[in-house]
T-cell receptor, first 117, second 115 residues
């Protein structure tokens, strides 16, 4: 079974609209972390936002917020007021275990987001 | 403040050959992770190095090996290259013991093509 599932291979969104990218995860660990990365065509993975499994509030970073629904094992990324520069691949990833930088990340297959003017 | 750097940017090798990729972590980071990203896929974790030792390994064969130097930089070696090894190889650095965000900073990657 896949540990990270991103069900939207591609999305087209009008500029200035809000967009939600879906991510569900599967783990039996109590302690884990969830990440979203942006990958432009240049290839570099850009960190966007992080949610720890014990965090009670949804994470926010500027225009990015993470809709964390622990019981449903869901960690959707919400981008408010989308911009043309938001066009890129978006990856959801998970770190299982206690963290402390000791664990590799498991990534989903990504969602290709295209913002239209 | 220098970010994660990788070299070379692009590389073309022939099946059966060996290749070495290099990574310098972000200033202040002591842990390096390597990922393989095939075209159209998400990155897959290869292994992680800390204190010059392999600390964790993903589901990759022994043809993939690595090394970390005292200055925390790292190399990824792939022996007996296969066509399926063609991918973008990403290096990520982090600071061991950083609990909160546990953020891994990625480099620009090395694009390996095996012919």
């Amino acid at each position: 079974a896949q540990k990270i599932t991103q069900t939207q291979p591609g999305m087209f969104v009008q500029e200035k609209e809000a967009v939600t990218l879906d991510c569900t995860y599967d783990t039996s660990d109590q302690s884990y972390g969830l990440f979203w990365y942006k990958q432009p065509s240049s290839g570099e993975m850009i960190f966007l936002i992080y949610q720890g499994s014990y965090d009670e509030q949804n994470a926010t970073e500027g225009r990015y917020s993470l809709n964390f629904q622990k019981a449903r094992k869901s960690a959707n990324l919400v981008i408010s007021a989308s911009q043309l520069g938001d066009s890129a691949m978006y990856f959801c990833a998970m770190r299982e275990g206690g963290g402390g930088g000791a664990d590799g990340l498991t990534f989903g297959k990504g969602t290709h987001l295209i913002i239209q003017p | 403040d220098a970010g994660v750097t990788q070299s070379p940017t692009h590389l073309i090798k022939t099946r059966g050959q060996q290749v070495t990729l290099r990574c310098s972590p972000k200033s202040g980071h002591d842990t390096v992770s390597w990922y393989q990203q095939a075209l159209g896929q998400g990155p897959q974790f290869i292994f992680q190095y800390y204190e010059e030792e392999e600390r964790q390994r993903g589901n990759f064969p022994d043809r993939f090996s690595g090394h970390q130097f005292p200055n925390y930089s790292s190399e990824l070696n792939v022996n007996a290259l296969l066509l399926g090894d063609s991918a973008l190889y990403l290096c990520a650095s982090s600071l061991s013991g950083l609990i909160e965000k546990d953020e891994q900073y990625f480099g620009p990657g090395t694009r390996l093509t095996v012919t």
